[in-house]
């Protein structure tokens, strides 16, 4: 990814939940509270204004956004279906004893800001590139700081994990764990993505779990988001978040045990595909 500039993707995602929120019947799908509190964080960080993040949040929106969805299908409504995975994923897992929250690769999502209140007992953590976490670490000190919310600034290709964790006084390494990397690890080196789950089963104890959204690989080795699949891996290269890693789902448990996790499709639910993404979960 450009390393100078914020994160134009994880924009794109706040601002498609701002506009999901302008659709009749998703408010079924998405977390509660999360379209208003994306709308505040974006403007509160500087990074959209009052007008954009107004106009987002309206039926022409929703039609611009349908409309771009026959390039991708489903991907618009399922930003909503990512964000609602994730967090049922946070709470079943505090519900299965978690204390401890790591969001990678945040962005502007908002759970953490969100949850940190009615689960004060739990730590919750953020990771995301300088660029993005700068403006981010902005709006949530305008929001209002969460005790137990901690953000991290740091780029994931530079600095390991473990060593980023290591210096921060509240991560317990031996806590049962519930960490998220939600459309993160398609814009990772092949090797940045096994090191990361190698990385996190070190930082995690036993019982914690990792949910993830990834894309699949195609015929041709590549990721695969269907029929226009080569203007978007030109489009998102251009924007300088290219597309990079991606795996087939049959191989994902392999993939995942040789990085200490086991695969655990159980606990995802029922539908495991939204739009032109595969959810997952793996336990510890
Ligand atoms: C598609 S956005 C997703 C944001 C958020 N997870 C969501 O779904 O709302 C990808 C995020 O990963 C972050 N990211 C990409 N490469 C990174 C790296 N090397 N280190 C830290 N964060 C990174 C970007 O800054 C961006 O916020």
Known sequence: MRKDK??????????????????????????????????????????????????????RM???????????????????HRKAFCERQVRGGIGAGATQILVLGAGYD??????????????????????????????????????NLCLISEDLSKRKLVDILKDNESWVQSARTVIVAEGLVMYLPPEAVTDVFCQC????????????????????????????????????????????WSIRPEELGLFLEEADWKNAPELGGATGKHGVEFYAVAIK
């Open 110 to 147: 908002t759970m953490g800001w969100r949850l940190a209140p009615e689960f004060s007992g739990v730590n919750f953590f953020e990771i995301d590139h300088p660029a993005t976490a700068r403006l981010k670490a902005r709006g949530i000190e305008a929001m209002g700081q969460r005790e």
């Open 201 to 244: 089963a070190e930082i995690a104890g036993v019982g914690s779990r990792i949910a993830f959204t990834y894309i699949p690989t195609g015929t041709d080795g590549r990721p695969d988001v269907g029929r226009w699949t080569r203007l978007m891996l030109w489009l998102q290269k251009v924007i300088g978040e290219p597309w990079i």
């Open 6 to 59: 914020p994160s134009r993707t994880a924009y794109k995602v706040a601002l498609s939940v701002v506009t999901l929120g302008a659709k009749p019947g998703m408010d079924k799908i998405l977390p509660p509270g999360i379209v208003d509190a994306t709308e505040k964080l974006l403007v509160a960080s500087g990074a959209a204004s009052a007008r954009i993040v107004r106009w987002s949040r309206s039926q």
């Open 62 to 80: 929703v039609s611009v956004y349908e409309a771009f969805d026959s390039m991708l299908p489903g991907q618009f409504e399922a930003f909503a």
